[in-house]
């Protein structure tokens, strides 16, 4: 104790802290920026971080008084109740109200929750999470329905604890989808079997890592950006695995991977009406808190919108793009907002709605089975690139618009600290004060 600070209890907070950002697939940049905040005002100036996906380093002190704490992070993930609760926590340590002693406290209570709702609720909710996404990607009601079942298949499948099953759970489940979809193909109509694996797959799909990586190649962080992004493409590689395997057991062709032409399209109200299950498919599997569900569907709107605007009026390509550039202010201005919703929240749903993981998968899948498949994978992975370059974009317009906001109303109600402040007014004062003294003489 030094100054009046256990500099031993921050360093635990701030390792904690950035434990449970990783958990929240939050990138490396913004997790340091988090912690800096946080040690300043706690009284931490000196305080200095490594913050890697799988390990943090948090430093405290100057030259020989310098304490180092190291923790390795898991490869965990929080459930959409943990994330609101650890940035609430982190909205109230930034500006020091929470003393790290009890921040300990709360973040291991953040870990040990228990989900809200039961599980037979959030295994139901994967199901219609499969479902929503289903109706956005397949063209037909049978693919919808083939798609609930097996998404409430991998629901059940998710709730076992066991670690080797968890190693094992997304190539067997791509098996297992794969082999289902690849023998009811060839009795009903589902349109796009590979399309269709998406809705039950899209929980294992790493869309929101891919993403992550990007953006955090763009801000420098090379080592954490880089890593993430193998980490990705080999996800998406045993999914893959697992399809191609399914496909081999059947004895599916190459060109049964190629798109096929559906004869009863849905008719256009179902985009909507999947947009709105596969939200309430997202609230219940997940355990979302129930003042969050109408942000969630707002960027789920707004995300969609933006992705059939670019892909109709510009071009396929940059579909995922604009929706990105579209969604990312709105989930930044909703966790501005004091009732609002942490950006983690709102993003990753979004994320699977603009699917860049589900184009890596189709992509990578298709580059092994059949003869176009540099193309495939190359447009896979421009997919990837332009959604990742849109949400730096729509990261960079809503700071500027937002600083630049915040720097005119100050520059509007702040008179001059100096003697002849009457004389030189603030914005406000010089825009209205012709007004006021109008009023005052009436």
């Known amino acids: 104790m030094t100054d009046g600070i256990d500099r031993s209890a921050l360093r635990q907070f701030l390792l904690g802290l950035a434990q449970g950002m990783n958990a929240s697939a939050e990138s490396v940049d913004r997790i340091r920026d988090t912690l800096s905040e946080v040690a300043v005002a706690n009284g931490g100036d000196d305080t200095d971080f490594v913050v890697l996906p799988t390990i943090i380093l ?43 002693l ?37 063209p037909t009601w049978q693919g919808v329905i083939v798609a609930f079942v097996l998404g409430f298949g991998i629901g059940l ?16 489940a791509a098996f297992v989808c794969a082999t289902a979809v690849f023998l009811l193909a060839e009795s009903i109509e589902i349109g796009d079997p590979i399309r269709l694996l998406i809705a039950p797959l899209v929980t294992f799909l790493p869309g929101g890592v891919l993403t992550t990586a990007t ?60 947009i709105l299950v596969f939200a309430l498919g997202n609230y219940l599997h997940f355990s979302a808190p129930a003042s969050t569900f109408g942000w969630v569907l707002l960027a789920l709107v707004v995300a969609y919108v933006g992705q059939w605007a670019g892909t109709e009026f510009i ?21 501005g907002l004091r009732h609002g919703a942490p950006s983690q929240l709102t993003f990753l749903p979004a994320f699977w709605l603009l699917v860049p993981g ?14 176009n498949g540099l193309a495939d994978f190359a447009a896979a992975l421009i997919s990837v690139m332009s959604i990742a370059l849109g ?8 700071r500027v618009v937002h600083h630049g906001a915040e720097e005119f109303v100050q520059f509007a109600v702040a008179a001059p600290e100096t003697p002849d402040a009457e004389e030189r007014p603030g914005l406000w004062a010089r825009l209205t004060g012709p007004w006021r003294r109008r009023t005052r003489g009436s």
Request: glycine share 10%; charged share 15%; net charge negative.
């Open 215 to 274: 953006v955090e190649l763009a801000a420098g962080q090379m080592i954490s950006g880089a890593a993430r992004l193998v980490y990705g493409f080999v996800q998406l590689a045993l999914l893959a695995f697992g399809i191609l395997a399914a496909g081999a057991v059947v004895g599916v062709e190459s060109r049964s991977y190629e798109a096929l032409d559906a004869s009863a399209f849905l008719p256009w109200w179902v985009a909507p009406l999947g």
């Open 315 to 335: 071009d396929p390509t940059v579909g995922g793009f604009v929706g990105a550039v579209a969604v990312t202010p709105v989930v930044f201005w909703i966790a």
């Open 157 to 172: 499948l998710k709730l076992v604890r066991s670690p080797t099953l968890q190693l094992i759970l997304p190539i067997a």
């Open 58 to 100: 948090v430093e405290t002190g100057e030259s020989d008084e310098s304490r180092v704490a190291i923790r390795s992070a898991t490869n965990a993930s929080f459930r959409f109740d943990q994330i609101a609760a650890l940035y609430e926590l982190i909205s109230q340590a930034k500006t020091g109200s929470v003393p790290p």
């Open 391 to 398: 949400v730096l974009i729509g990261t960079a317009l809503y």
């Open 358 to 371: 589900a184009a890596g998968l189709v992509g990578l899948t298709e580059a092994v089975a059949t003869d």
């Open 102 to 138: 009890d921040g300990i406290r709360r973040l291991n209570e953040i870990g040990a929750m228990r989900p809200r709702l039961g599980w037979v609720t959030r295994t139901f909710g994967h199901a219609i999470l499969t479902t929503g996404l289903a109706l956005l990607l397949a």
